[in-house]
């Protein structure tokens, strides 16, 4: 271990260290960014840098199971993606397909897709399907993959479901009108039964969310952190929840 390797861990410990556990959030989301831009700064490929950011995702879960983290969604693949070249995506699909296959295999997470699965290809689908069905009996953190997803799309995708809902009780339009509320909207998310995420980190120094759960982050917290997602350490995360826990969150009162 070099004198670097060794400061930070002890930085790391320093800041683990004085974290309060009262205050972490309960659901974090995470944007996986800058998977292409660590690669090229490194010299790889796409590729290359789409695997080392899957590689990275149990490290953030083993993270999240120690400071008490019930719920973590994992933006994969987002419905803009899904236009790049078939000589990125096709690799791509395979990779994120891997990660579903680890994340299930592991024993520890309970996994759920969230996003369109009409939009994916067949093999992928199958993937996430079996994921979901053989980790439905886990108890520990349920890990929402969210691949195919866009939060408009989420949004059309919940309003559609709720019209289809009402018109098989034969609910008239005058009636639903009257019903439709907020949290009737949110029984048809993806995540519904979910809490809302306290915490949103992005990385890659980007600072925006591009979409990224644009229904349930309406009170989330935000963290930008400027490291891109392959190089995202122990440290980030703790300084990602010390953040979070020094802010007040008033909720618009």
Same mark, same amino acid.
């Given at each position: 271990?070099?004198?670097?390797?060794?400061?930070?861990?002890?930085?790391?410990?320093?800041?683990?260290?004085?974290?309060?556990?009262?205050?972490?959030? @309960?659901?974090?989301?995470?944007?996986?960014? +800058?998977? &292409?831009?660590?690669?090229?700064?490194? !010299?790889?490929?796409?590729?290359?840098?789409? @695997?080392?950011?899957?590689?990275?995702?149990? $490290?953030?879960?083993?993270?999240?199971?120690?400071?008490?983290?019930?719920?973590?969604?994992?933006?994969?693949?987002?419905?803009?993606?899904?236009? &790049?070249?078939?000589?990125?995506? !096709?690799?791509?699909? =395979?990779?994120? /397909?891997?990660?579903?296959?680890?994340?299930?295999?592991?024993?520890?997470?309970?996994?759920?897709?969230?996003?369109?699965?009409?939009?994916?290809? !067949?093999?992928?689908?199958?993937?996430? @399907?079996?994921?979901?069905?053989?980790?439905?009996?886990?108890? +520990?953190?349920?890990?929402?993959?969210?691949?195919?997803?866009? =939060?408009?799309? /989420?949004?059309?995708?919940?309003?559609?479901?709720?019209?289809?809902?009402?018109?098989?009780?034969?609910?008239?339009?005058? $009636?639903?009108? /009257?019903?439709?509320?907020?949290?009737?909207?949110?029984?048809?998310? %993806?995540?519904?039964?979910?809490?809302?995420?306290?915490?949103?980190?992005?990385?890659?120094? /980007?600072?925006?969310?591009?979409?990224?759960?644009?229904?349930?982050?309406?009170?989330?917290? %935000?963290?930008?952190?400027?490291?891109?997602?392959?190089?995202?350490? @122990?440290?980030?995360?703790?300084?990602?929840?010390?953040? %979070?826990?020094?802010?007040?969150?008033? %909720?618009?009162?």
């Amino acid at each position: 271990m070099n004198l670097r390797d060794l400061v930070y861990r002890l930085y790391a410990r320093r800041v683990e260290g004085r974290l309060d556990h009262a205050q972490v959030p @309960k659901h974090i989301g995470v944007i996986l960014d +800058g998977n &292409r831009r660590w690669a090229r700064a490194s !010299g790889g490929t796409p590729e290359a840098g789409h @695997k080392a950011g899957a590689s990275k995702i149990q $490290e953030l879960l083993g993270w999240c199971a120690e400071t008490d983290v019930e719920v973590v969604t994992l933006w994969l693949l987002s419905t803009d993606n899904l236009d &790049r070249p078939e000589d990125e995506l !096709g690799p791509l699909l =395979g990779i994120i /397909e891997d990660a579903v296959r680890s994340l299930a295999a592991d024993g520890r997470w309970r996994v759920h897709h969230v996003g369109t699965l009409d939009l994916l290809p !067949g093999r992928t689908q199958t993937v996430l @399907k079996e994921a979901e069905q053989a980790t439905l009996d886990h108890t +520990g953190i349920l890990v929402n993959v969210a691949v195919g997803y866009g =939060g408009r799309q /989420e949004i059309a995708d919940a309003v559609r479901s709720l019209l289809l809902d009402h018109a098989e009780r034969g609910t008239s339009f005058e $009636e639903l009108a /009257e019903v439709v509320d907020v949290d009737l909207i949110s029984r048809h998310l %993806y995540t519904r039964g979910q809490p809302d995420p306290d915490l949103v980190i992005r990385t890659s120094g /980007e600072q925006r969310l591009s979409g990224f759960m644009l229904w349930q982050s309406a009170h989330s917290e %935000y963290y930008f952190c400027e490291v891109f997602w392959p190089a995202f350490r @122990k440290v980030d995360f703790l300084r990602a929840l010390r953040d %979070y826990a020094a802010r007040h969150r008033r %909720y618009g009162g």
